[in-house]
């Protein structure tokens, strides 16, 4: 068969491990899984709710124009209902974009260690990957607008970025912006923006009015707790979503997930609380760390990227095999790290006490760096 060399050159996304999976593995009762930055709680009591009385008939297609939602949403974030574009999940409109803006002739910069599916969708429409290296955990912002050139055709920035937790401070994203050229467009993905509470931490809403080339991506996957029924959302000016919008497969948010998003956005002091939960656990497992002089980043995301002097997939294994599912950084480029969702009090309790067996039970080597 004649198959497109970027295809045969990819690996399929690996998941996480399933708990059912790992229950059978290692014959454990009981499974935490801090590996997908889902939310602990769940999603809003309302939405539960919701599904409970839903009554639709299966035989009908989806909204393709997921009316409602877009109202919503346009009202929630203060922009033009023709300023958004919905995607089956945020990974769809990354998908989106890379079939609409890259190909062969054409290059995307990003940063290393950061989300895969960036450098994954750019693989597959056979750009040019320029992969600019991070600085302590966080974007190279100089770096990468010195990879820029007239065959640059997307940048891909991630803040807080997946996997370190690290943002992007306002006044720096905003000296960013203004010198990237019009014709490239920048992509904004703010996956975890809800969780954010540094007073810094831009708000990109109305960006998009003065930043034609920009488009802010976001998710009810994280905080809203809703990754099964896939929904996510861009923000960009009409220009940009009327060219991509072909790009869309038709039908693509399904009717469940477009009316649970609805009751979801409703509920607002539901996200407050998860806000304010998961400052709660950063700092459990912050005061841990310090006491037991592990490295880390700060984190404004829903999870913590430890630094062990160890090989991360021992680290990884250790935890597994305890029952407390994590993930190796070593997919991320980060051999000696580990990224752990933050879970319930109850949930952190338990995985720190893990990773304290592992620190206890394994010799570190003390010249190893992370």
């Known amino acids: 068969m004649k198959w497109n060399e970027a295809v045969l050159s990819l690996k399929s996304y690996q998941p996480g491990k399933s708990t059912d999976e790992v229950k059978k593995m290692y014959g454990l009762e009981k499974i935490v899984k801090l590996a997908s930055n889902e939310n602990p709680f769940g999603c809003s009591e309302k939405v ?3 599904i409970k009385n839903a009554t639709h008939s299966f035989a009908i ?4 124009y997921a009316t409602s939602l877009r109202k919503v949403v346009a009202n929630h974030t203060g922009v033009k209902e023709t300023q958004l574009i919905f995607g089956n999940g945020s990974d769809e409109n990354i998908q989106i974009i890379s079939r609409s803006l ?17 450098r994954h969708n750019a693989t597959l429409e056979g750009a040019e990957i320029r992969e600019v290296p991070h600085i302590d955990g966080a974007h190279d912002l100089d770096g990468m607008l010195k990879a820029i050139d007239g065959n640059t055709s997307v940048i891909w920035i991630c803040t807080p970025n997946n996997p370190t937790g690290k943002y992007i401070p306002e006044p720096d994203l905003i000296a960013f912006l203004e010198k990237v050229p019009e014709d490239v467009l920048v992509v904004l993905d703010e996956a975890y923006s809800e969780y954010a509470v540094a007073e810094d931490y831009p708000r990109t809403n109305q960006w998009i009015n003065k930043y034609k080339n920009l488009i802010i991506l976001r998710t009810f996957s994280k905080i809203y707790g809703l990754a099964s029924f896939r929904v996510g959302y861009g923000l960009a000016d009409e220009d940009i979503i009327q060219k991509l919008d072909p790009s869309r497969e038709p039908f693509n948010v399904n009717t469940f997930g477009q009316k649970i998003a609805v009751v979801a956005l409703e509920d607002q002091s539901f996200i407050e609380k998860c806000r304010t939960e998961n400052q709660k656990g950063l700092q459990q497992y912050y005061e841990f760390c310090d006491a037991e ?8 995301g829903n999870f913590i990227f430890i630094h062990f002097k160890h090989d991360a997939d021992v680290v990884f294994q250790y935890l597994l095999e305890r029952g407390y599912i994590a993930r190796s950084g070593k997919s991320f480029g980060f051999p000696n790290s580990v990224r752990v969702t933050i879970g319930s009090t109850e949930e952190n309790e338990g995985m720190i006490r893990t990773i304290k067996s592992f620190l206890n039970e394994v ?8």
């Not at 297609?61 to 393709?64: F, H, L, N, R, T």
């Not at 890259?102 to 960036?118: I, P």
């Not at 002089?293 to 404004?300: D, F, G, H, K, T």
């Open 61 to 64: 297609y989806p909204d393709g």
């Open 293 to 300: 002089n592990l490295a880390y980043y700060p984190s404004q």
């Open 102 to 118: 890259l190909g062969a002739g054409k290059n995307t910069v990003m940063a290393t260690g950061t989300f895969s599916q960036y």
């Open 48 to 50: 539960k709710e919701s």
């Open 363 to 370: 010799a570190l080597p003390s010249n190893s760096l992370y």
